[in-house]
């Protein structure tokens, strides 16, 4: 009789950022985190020693580390998770390999591709497993208009467009929130909201060939919660032209701030079929949308319910949050590591997925 599989030992996490008064880290990763098996989160670091005291005190974790080099270095940390601002990731990620830990960033990986291909390029050559924070192919919705794109829902998939709005990038901005007018940080328009976003197209409708752009600041001042003016130099208008490499093709318009129109709507038309998600903001990776779909030539729109088969019972008290996609990319790393799998992108896909969107922006300039 073959014995018994050994249960497996949870994932020791170390979350680097993991803040006690705000931050994506305590808004989505943890809640997704602390509904699944297979992991524990045991140590987190912050900007000093005491704010990772009092994080440690508020979430109830052991170990708090004052810096994320003694973080990564401590042996109950299996995965190290970065969700600090995008200029900080390199150090931190480079302290993560160094230490032989396997590494999960929040997107954008690094402020351009220079800096992702040099994390990508350390991670392979010490032969170290990567995550990348590109949840929106996570999504149940998108998984789902993947699987009707390969069974022929629409037939041949003729051309795709995308009108969003992005928040955020309108005429006012959160306190805290300047570093993301500023070019520098890597962290804007075009990485975040538009960056998830075209990551998901191409995960259901193949990669970006042929590319021709536009981008504008069309917004000079904009002021935060403070009434500070602020003089942004990243785009807040980018329309994107290109062919996939299906031969389909694409067009994708995002504009800063929300419309009183349209704030997020994708259609896929075919030969034999269409397919439209909509919403009610331009960040693909987080919140809820819905689908429509028809096929024939005299059926109209009718809404498509996504079958519960995509959806993770263990996150259920999650559906509806941000955090939800989080949860299900969780999940999936979690397969990706007991089966040698790799589904969840790693800093590979991330360097190239940073080369498309420097080429849209050469593109425009």
Excluded: C
């Excluded at 924070?133 to 467009?161: K, N």
Aim: glycine share 10%; no cysteine.
């Amino acid at each position: 009789m073959p014995s018994p599989a050994q249960p497996q030992p949870p994932i020791g996490v170390g979350i680097v950022g993991l803040s006690a008064r705000r931050g994506w880290a305590s808004h989505a990763h943890l809640p997704a985190l602390r509904l699944l098996d297979g992991f524990e989160v045991r140590a987190l670091s912050a900007s000093s020693p005491e704010s990772a005291r009092q994080a440690a005190e508020k979430h109830g974790v052991a170990r708090a580390y004052g810096s994320a080099a003694e973080l990564a270095a401590a042996d109950e940390v299996d995965l190290v998770v970065v969700t600090v601002k995008v200029p900080d990731h390199r150090e931190i990620i480079r302290a993560a390999l160094g230490a032989g830990k396997a590494v999960l960033s929040e997107w954008p990986l690094g402020t351009g591709p220079g800096e992702a291909e040099e994390l990508a390029s350390l991670a392979a050559a010490r032969g170290l497993r990567t995550f990348t924070g590109l949840q929106a192919r996570s999504a149940p919705l998108v998984r789902h208009l993947r699987d009707l794109i390969a069974d022929g829902y629409v037939g041949e998939v003729l051309s795709t467009s995308v009108v969003a709005s992005a928040r955020g990038w309108g005429a006012s901005v959160h306190e805290g929130g300047a570093y993301l007018l500023d070019r520098a940080s890597g962290a804007n328009m075009l990485t975040i909201p538009f960056g998830h976003t075209l990551d998901a197209v191409t995960a259901v409708l193949g990669d970006v060939e042929e590319i021709s752009a536009v981008t504008a600041t069309r917004r000079r001042t904009v002021s935060d919660d403070a009434g500070r003016i602020h003089r942004p130099d990243v785009a807040d208008q980018l329309v994107l032209g290109g062919v996939l490499s299906s031969g389909a093709v694409a067009s994708v318009h995002y504009r800063g701030g929300v419309s009183r129109g349209t704030n997020f709507l994708w259609e896929i038309n075919g030969t034999d079929g269409d397919l439209v998600v909509t919403g009610d903001h331009g960040h693909l990776q987080m919140g809820e949308y819905t689908l429509a779909g028809a096929r024939g030539a005299d059926s109209a729109l009718a809404p498509l319910t996504v079958p519960e088969h995509y959806f993770d019972p263990a996150l259920a008290a999650l559906r509806g949050t941000d955090a939800y996609n989080v949860g299900a990319a969780y999940a999936q790393i979690r397969r990706d590591v007991l089966d040698g799998t790799r589904v969840v992108p790693d800093f590979a896909h991330a360097a190239r997925h940073h080369r498309v969107l420097n080429r849209i922006e050469r593109a425009a300039r």
